[in-house]
């Protein structure tokens, strides 16, 4: 789930209008994107005091054999 749409080239924080939207413990994922591909991603999540902290974004292969 993106917070934001559209293309940008820097992804400070979240859209403060974003704040009213989220909620508390969901993770949301915003992507800038170019000519079709993803060129940066950053995750927030709203903390208790209702502001966006940023969150580390790992990502893993759901399909590697054991």
């Not at 859209?15 to 992507?31: P, Q, V």
């Not at 170019?34 to 005091?49: D, F, K």
Request: a negative charge.
């Amino acid at each position: 789930m993106s917070l934001s749409t559209g293309c940008v080239l820097c992804i400070d924080e979240p859209y403060k209008g974003d704040r009213w939207l989220a909620w508390l413990e969901y993770s949301y994922i915003i992507a800038s994107v170019s000519q079709g591909n993803v060129v940066e991603m950053q995750c927030w999540r709203l903390n208790v005091q209702y502001q966006f902290e940023s969150e580390m974004i790992q990502v893993t292969d759901c399909h590697a054999k054991n």
